[in-house]
């Protein structure tokens, strides 16, 4: 008994050394960032964050399209999880934000509970504020609504994510195979470029959730050809003659190259521009993201009464999530040689939903593009994931 109780003693106890010891654990950035040598590892850190903010502006407006997001939400969501995946991540390499597949299953949920509330199929663009619930009780719009469900659900996917991590199950990652990781990144690949196709064409198509919703997706694709925008396909098919080209370019003489080019920004600008000037909206009906605000909202608290219709959603979001976070970080760690904590990358990746779940983000992980474009440009610790944040913050 005298030595269970002197053993309770020192687990509560809390010295200043332990203290230091657990912070350090918590924050890995604590134990890394004093020792870190600005002259060797700066300009790598600087040149990666730069090139991955600028690839990571398009790709968040993209991917918030995925989530039935507006577009600044997904800026909000690659500016803080940055910043918290520095402080509390083992990793040096993996590099977090929207990841498609996550955005996909975040815009799933989102439309079932706008179908729920009264906003007719859920399928409309995000910023399409014209429908009104069926109720008219609510307090906000569509889009204030979306991503209310959207926060509440990364709040519930953090939290997950963090029990997890507490919990010492990091042990699960082991099991995640090669195989297994390159068919779900195929498979996603795929989802992704089905989801996408309506936003080429300019057609709006109900979006399918469930069992056969890829081929449902399709056939509504070709059933409803006769309605495509020519003018958003024809702007897609330029886009596409131009980026893809170049993108082969970059891979091809990567070793040539200082950097890649970075064309998906230069193509988002001069699109812009183009439509802008020329008053495609008005003269053509063609489909753009509209205003997309400046600054940043006051934090607001996740929706309570949403959480027992999400709960299960938040379940393979959570699981996704991490084995993705994981996955990377322990793939880069190896070939760097240093070693990852897979408990404390679920922690990490927990806090990047939970915390900004209370500044209008939804649910991210890490992500293969960005993690590649961030190791092959130098980046050697996450100082380059703050310096992608100043830049996100530039377009706030």
């Known amino acids: 008994k005298e030595f269970l109780l002197e053993k309770a003693r020192g687990a509560c106890s809390c010295s200043p050394q332990s203290l230091r010891t657990a912070l350090r654990r918590l924050f890995p950035v604590l134990a890394w960032l004093p020792r870190y040598d600005p002259r060797a590892q700066l300009l790598g850190d600087v040149v990666s964050g730069l090139l991955v903010g ?26 803080f999880c940055n910043i918290i995946y520095a402080a509390t ?12 597949v996550l ?23 995000p910023g399409d504020n014209s429908s009104s619930p069926r109720n008219g009780t609510e307090a906000c719009d ?5 991503i209310t469900v959207a926060l509440s659900l990364s709040f519930l996917v953090g939290l997950y994510q963090i029990l997890l991590g507490v919990l010492q199950l990091g042990f699960v990652a082991v099991y995640l195979s090669e195989p297994l990781l390159g068919g779900f990144v195929t498979g996603s690949s795929l989802t992704i470029l089905t989801s996408q196709m309506k936003y080429l064409l300019g057609l709006k198509i109900p979006r399918h959730e469930g069992v056969g919703s890829f081929i ?8 409803y050809i006769p309605n495509i925008n020519i003018c958003d396909l024809l702007t897609s098919l330029v886009a596409l003659a131009i980026i893809v080209p170049v ?87 190896k070939k760097h040689g240093y070693a990852v904590s897979a408990n404390q990358e679920m ?9 900004p779940s209370f500044f209008y983000c939804f649910a991210s992980s890490a992500a293969l593009t960005k993690t590649l474009l961030k190791e092959s440009t130098g980046s050697q610790t996450q100082v380059s994931g703050l310096v992608t944040s100043l830049v996100l913050l530039l377009v706030l």
Not at 59 to 77: E, K, M, R, V
Not at 216 to 223: M, S
């Open 347 to 355: 922690i990490a990746i927990g806090m990047c939903n939970l915390v």
């Open 216 to 223: 449902l997706t399709w056939v509504d694709l070709f059933r």
């Open 247 to 333: 993108k082969e370019l970059n891979e091809r003489y990567k070793e040539r190259m200082k950097a890649p080019f970075p064309i998906e920004l230069l193509v988002v600008i001069v699109a812009t521009l183009v439509s802008h000037y020329f008053g495609f909206e008005q003269r053509y009906k063609a489909s753009v993201c509209g205003d997309i605000p400046t600054g940043f909202r006051k934090p607001t608290l996740p929706d309570f009464s949403l959480f027992p219709s999400l709960a299960v959603d938040a379940v393979p979001i959570a699981v996704i999530g991490f084995a993705m976070t994981v996955s990377l970080a322990e793939i880069f760690g």
């Open 142 to 146: 569509r889009s204030c609504y979306a």
């Open 54 to 79: 600028i690839v990571a502006i398009p790709q968040s407006i993209s991917y918030s399209l995925l989530a039935n997001q507006d577009p600044i939400y997904g800026i909000y969501t690659n500016f």
């Open 103 to 125: 955005c996909l299953m975040v815009g799933q949920s989102v439309t079932r509970h706008l179908q729920l509330a009264g906003y007719g199929d859920g399928s409309a663009a």
């Open 89 to 100: 991540a083992t990793s040096r390499h993996a590099c977090v934000g929207s990841f498609g």
